[in-house]
Nanobody, 125 residues
Framework: QVQLVESGGGLVQAGGSLRLSCAASGRTFSLYHMGWFRQAPGKEREFVGFLKWSGGSRYYADSVKGRFTISGDNAKNTVYLQMNSLKPEDTAVYYC??????????????????WGQGTQVTVSS
């Protein structure tokens, strides 16, 4: 099993920045990719971006491309989501997720096996 713990959420003004962290523990050697998702009130959970441990490839949703960056520290088993130029529409609970089966483009929530508890990000206008 793998446990994921997110941190770094909070309240920020529009145009500001936040960095979320996701620390993985347990059988982390079995993981192929890490992803970030978010869920705003009354909306479905949506894909934000992923990072593949092998090769380091990344992909982002169009809504965050150019503003958000995912990075990873293998030694710490930690993934980060750097969020810049935040907008009120970025307000959501952000979830970290991990997948243990190889996927070519892990953009769907069904392609992840482990989830963190979520951290709230609120962007004020």
């Amino acid at each position: 099993q793998v446990q994921l713990v997110e941190s770094g959420g909070g309240l920020v003004q529009a145009g500001g920045s936040l960095r979320l962290s996701c620390a993985a523990s347990g059988r982390t050697f079995s993981l192929y990719h890490m992803g970030w998702f978010r869920q705003a009130p009354g909306k479905e959970r949506e894909f934000v971006g992923f990072l593949k441990w092998s090769g380091g490839s990344r992909y982002y949703a169009d809504s965050v491309k150019g503003r958000f960056t995912i990075s990873g520290d293998n030694a710490k088993n930690t993934v980060y989501l750097q969020m810049n130029s935040l907008k009120p529409e970025d307000t959501a609970v952000y979830y970290c997720a991990a997948g243990r089966v190889f996927r070519l483009w892990p953009m769907g929530s069904e392609e992840y096996d482990f989830w963190g508890q979520g951290t709230q990000v609120t962007v004020s206008s």
